[in-house]
């Protein structure tokens, strides 16, 4: 299976740079998974609604530059639908199944997904009605991914 993390921002964290590394050494027993890092938009420190729209627009177009042909989109924003690690490992299952060439994760920077993103997607994840900071949200999601595996492989990861 291919599957592509588009993340707005590069971690500069040791831990979160460290923790990335091991779940992608994990998943490449089971998937071939490309992670790319675009460039967060500069914003001042109190940008206007109409500044964060215009990042958010040139992310956008970095993001759908990236995305390959055929792929499946599944962005992650609050207002996304929230599934236990069972449905995802069914979703992805599904995915694999489904004639899609790729599946796609878009993570977004600090402000998300510009809405066009998001409307583009055919489905809309939420990790929690809590907020993360999006680095974490990517960690968060190579370890689901790794756990959607384990459980269709049926190990015990998942207990």
């Known amino acids: 299976m291919n599957l592509t993390v588009i993340c707005v921002g590069k971690l500069k964290e040791r831990f979160y740079i460290d923790a990335a590394a091991e779940y992608l050494k994990r998943l490449s027993r089971y998937c071939r998974l490309d992670l790319i890092e675009l460039k967060e938009e500069r914003l001042p420190d109190a940008p206007s609604p ?3 729209e215009a990042a958010l627009a040139k992310e ?3 993001v759908r530059a990236k995305i390959p042909d055929n792929s499946t989109l599944a962005a992650l924003c609050v207002e996304g639908s929230l599934h236990s690690s069972a449905e995802l490992a069914q979703m992805i299952a599904n995915w694999s199944t489904s004639g899609s060439k790729r599946l796609v ?3 977004g ?3 998300g997904l ?7 997607a055919q489905i ?3 990790m929690s009605p ?3 900071p999006h680095h974490l949200a990517r960690i968060m999601l190579l370890e689901q991914i790794y756990r959607s595996f384990q459980i269709l492989e049926g190990t015990r990861y998942h207990k």
Do not use: D, E, G, N
């Open 50 to 52: 109409a500044q964060i």
């Open 60 to 62: 956008a177009a970095a």
């Open 105 to 107: 994760f878009l993570i």
């Open 109 to 111: 920077s600090s402000y």
């Open 114 to 120: 510009h809405p066009s993103l998001k409307a583009q």
């Open 124 to 126: 809309r994840l939420s």
């Open 130 to 132: 809590m907020t993360f």
